[in-house]
């Protein structure tokens, strides 16, 4: 799935970056915003954005697939909190 | 060979400028020259890094008479830089002059396009440099550097069309010269985190309002509060805030309790969500994030 917005001026492919992340051990749900990838771990993925390693790998996939900027989301209902989603959910 | 001690000079008879940076020194003594040749001079001044840095030369350079900081204040302009900027003023003994601009009243500004720093400026200096001269001040300078030549700045054409000149850029001063010499004047902006008007956490294309501004002042007071410190920008995404940080603060905001913190701070200033830029603070991001380029 390709996510054009205003002022595009590249093709994003948040699909293919939602399971290039999860592949690297972070389950998360994606929100696409014209050039920012906003993810929205579940808990037990936070600690792994933590280590620079895996930030680094983030960043590097979400240039890859035509993102600018990637933003972690916590919110306070700690979504996704014990729900270990098998596939990345995609919202836009 | 080694020297007896007894042969060296007393240490407060060595000029510490042997000590400095020859290439800095001379930036420097450039300067003086630049400023003296052209006083009095008019200074655009918003307590940063670099206007700071000007002001107090020019102040050392010319002395008291021949030196007037402006200060433009409008809802763009941050409280906190506000009094760091008058702050400065006092303890430098550096005259300031402070008028109001109405950047917000100009429907092209609070349109929030790419090129919005251009109307912000013209409003500037079409209320600072009649100032200026009718006070005997023919020259008119702003902090400009020689890095800010590299980037996307509108603003700087609306400088040029009223005259206002850039020594520090003119001169080659990169922000680290200009933080290495504000350092050794022991300025307290030397280490200061570069402080761009409130209006540059907006999108282009949202529109620039009193409320917004406020909005944005207050998370990034709040995050202060916590004890961020370093490069901190609050960019605005309408219900979402997008946290940029220092690299070397990240990390610790990334841990679930403080994360909540940051957020229960950020939430309390009205945001409904809050996020944190896993790549941390880059200036010009939202330039970025619109493939907004010099």
């Given amino acids: ?92 | 060979m080694e020297v007896p001690s007894a042969t060296l000079p007393p240490i407060m008879d060595i000029d510490a400028t042997a000590f400095s940076d020859p290439i800095l020194a001379g930036k420097e003594a450039d300067l003086a020259s630049w400023l003296s040749a052209r006083a009095p001079v008019a200074i655009g001044f918003s307590g940063g890094v670099d206007s700071a840095y000007l002001a107090v030369a020019a102040r050392l350079a010319l002395g008291p008479d021949r030196v007037l900081a402006i200060i433009g204040r409008s809802p763009s302009y941050p409280e906190a830089q506000w009094a760091a900027a008058r702050e400065v003023a006092r303890s430098f003994d550096v005259p300031v002059l402070e008028l109001d601009t109405a950047e917000l009243d100009d429907p092209r500004y609070a349109a929030n396009p790419s090129n919005r720093c251009y109307f912000c400026k013209t409003e500037l200096w079409s209320r600072v440099v009649p100032v200026a001269r009718e006070r005997g001040f023919g020259t008119v300078a702003d902090g400009t550097n020689a890095d800010d030549l590299s980037d996307w700045r509108p603003g700087a054409q609306a400088g040029r069309e009223h005259g206002v000149a850039s020594p520090l850029a003119e001169l080659g001063f990169t922000k680290q010269h200009i933080r290495d010499a504000s350092k050794r004047l022991e300025l307290p902006t030397w280490q200061q985190p570069s402080s761009p008007c409130l209006s540059s956490r907006l999108p282009y294309g949202i529109e620039v309002t009193p409320a917004r501004l406020k909005q944005i002042e207050r998370a990034e007071s709040a995050l202060r509060a916590l004890g961020i410190a370093g490069d901190l920008r609050v960019r605005y995404h309408e219900d979402l805030a997008r946290v940029e940080l220092a690299a070397d603060e990240l990390p610790r905001w990334l841990e679930p309790r403080r994360f909540d913190a940051l957020r229960d701070a950020l939430v309390a200033t009205g945001f409904e969500r809050v996020s944190l830029d896993l790549r941390g603070f880059r200036s010009g991001s939202l330039n970025v994030l619109h493939g907004v380029g010099a």
Wanted: aromatic share 2%.
């Fill in chain 1, 1 to 92: 799935m390709t996510q054009p917005d205003r002022g595009d001026r590249t093709t994003r492919n948040a699909t293919a970056l939602a399971a290039a992340i999860a592949r690297l051990g972070v389950q998360c749900s994606l929100e696409v915003r014209g050039g920012l990838a906003l993810l929205l771990p579940v808990t037990s993925s936070v600690e792994a954005l933590q280590a620079p390693d895996t930030r680094r790998a983030v960043l590097a996939l979400a240039r890859e697939h035509g993102f600018t900027h990637v933003a972690i989301e916590l919110p306070s209902d700690r979504r996704g909190a014990g729900r270990e989603t098998d596939a990345p959910l995609l919202r836009d």
